[in-house]
């Protein structure tokens, strides 16, 4: 959600980022309602300021003066209650609008229509060679009996899997490394809720975007009164909106800036705008662990940025430490959403893919979500700023584990353990069978 006044005063500025994000909202529309939305505004206080001067002034009436005033009453709180509810559909309708109005882009992110026109800025490692004929990582599972994707459809449907064995222990260590990392880092660390009410899915901006992407509850349970639920639920896809709605309707000190937040979670995802996809494997699923960093800073830009930056650094570092070969992406304006001032993409070089996979989404969405979710802090002279949040995947698993055992197999069809993750599964080296 962007600031009204700074929409009114730079429409031209809004207008291109509609455009250059591919979306469909009418600002002009927009514009209008808020311009009726103002003016009603300014007549139901007069309407109201009116009633209460009546309201002062009957009590020292008598006769027909009194009665002409009380009929004078009754039309105004009549036509009172006409604008209030005409006000009340107004406000509905530009509180749904203004939700879909998108943050202005960075001057230097790249403009383009969808994922083609990323721009690589920066690699490191090289793609391993093979001098055998190397397995997916679909392969190694079956032939290592350390992933079932057979039994995972079977029991949990399109895009299930079960893992297995070293796969299962691999999976904790590394989900565990990157969450103690994190921690050893200063962030807080938290469990967070993945069962969500509207409001956190509002606020992180994955409504109303990304609501066919959100699995929603059909049976949500009782209330503390044995009454049926009458509120809805939803399963979060990312221990984004649960850290952010943790700081909801909250004014933080300057001093107590940044927060920093890593949430832990599992996640699920309907994956309704990725069909035909990556149908294959572990690559795209409906439910999986993540652990997430998110900063909470001042409104300042450049500092905003520079978090973006060590957010990214700090995923990096952990890819750099499993060894992996990985490079970032700058997203283009029409792949990164209509929140986002500046993102990047974090892939990962998988073998079978014979390309990088994307494994890490580096985010600053600036106050586009503090002004949904009301996330404020005083600064040192006694003003209340909305503060500007970022976010970026520390790791997901188990697509990660593709990178894993694909660029780590041995000829013999072992696959050699990230010497970091050792101490956490416990073993070297998955051997053959």
């Not at 730079?10 to 002009?28: C, G, M």
């Not at 079977?154 to 904790?172: D, I, P, V």
């Not at 409504?207 to 049926?228: C, Q, R, W």
């Not at 593709?402 to 780590?408: C, F, Q, R, T």
Request: charged letters at 30%; hydrophobic letters at 35%.
């Amino acid at each position: 959600m962007l600031d009204i006044n700074f929409i009114r005063e730079n429409p031209d500025k809004v207008k291109k980022a509609i455009v250059d994000k591919q979306l469909s909202v009418n600002l002009d529309a927009f514009l209008l309602l808020d311009e009726k939305r103002r003016a009603l505004i300014v007549q139901i206080d007069e309407m109201r300021r009116s009633q209460n001067e009546f309201n002062k002034k009957v009590v020292n009436l008598t006769g027909a003066e009194k009665e002409r005033f009380i009929v004078d009453m009754k039309v105004l709180s009549g036509d009172l209650k006409t604008k209030e509810s005409e006000i009340a559909k107004i406000e509905k309708k530009y509180n749904e609008m203004s939700l879909m109005i998108p943050n202005i882009p960075s001057n230097d992110t790249p403009i383009g229509l969808d994922e083609s026109g990323n721009v690589e800025i920066e690699k490191w490692g090289e793609p391993i060679k093979f001098d055998f004929n190397p397995k997916d990582h679909i392969a190694l599972g079956k032939d290592l009996n350390i992933i079932d994707l057979e039994k995972g459809v079977r029991t949990s449907g399109f895009r299930g899997y079960y893992l297995k064995n070293e796969a299962a222990s691999l999976h904790m260590a590394v989900l565990m490394y990157s969450f103690n990392k994190m921690r050893e880092k200063g962030f807080e660390v938290m469990i967070t809720p993945t069962i969500l009410r509207d409001f956190a899915l509002v606020g992180s901006g994955h409504f109303p975007f990304g609501k066919d992407d959100i699995y929603e509850l059909a049976n949500t349970g009782k209330e503390v009164s044995a009454a049926e639920a009458k509120e809805t639920f939803y399963l979060g896809g990312t221990s984004e909106p649960s850290v952010l709605a943790y700081f909801a309707d909250t004014v933080l000190d300057e001093a107590d800036l940044p927060k920093m937040s890593c949430g832990f979670s599992q996640c699920y995802r309907n994956e309704v705008g990725s069909y035909g996809k990556d149908t294959k494997g572990l690559y795209r699923i409906h439910e999986f662990m993540k652990v997430e960093q998110v900063v909470l800073c001042k409104d300042d830009i450049r500092e905003s940025d520079e978090w973006l930056e060590k957010l990214k650094v700090n995923s990096q570092e952990i890819l750099k430490d499993l060894k992996l070969p990985h490079r970032v992406i700058q997203v283009c304006t029409g792949d990164m959403g209509a929140g986002k001032r500046k993102m990047y993409d974090i892939e990962t070089w998988m073998p079978s893919r014979g390309n990088y996979g994307e494994t890490h989404s580096d985010s600053n969405l600036t106050d586009w979500q503090s002004r949904r979710l009301n996330i404020k802090y005083k600064t040192k002279d006694g003003q209340k700023k909305y503060v500007y949040a970022l976010n970026n995947t520390v790791i997901a698993s188990p697509r990660i584990l593709i990178a894993i055992l694909e660029n780590n197999q041995n000829e013999d069809g072992s696959i050699t353990v990230p010497e970091v993750l050792r101490p956490l599964c416990g073993f070297e080296k998955i051997p053959s069978r």
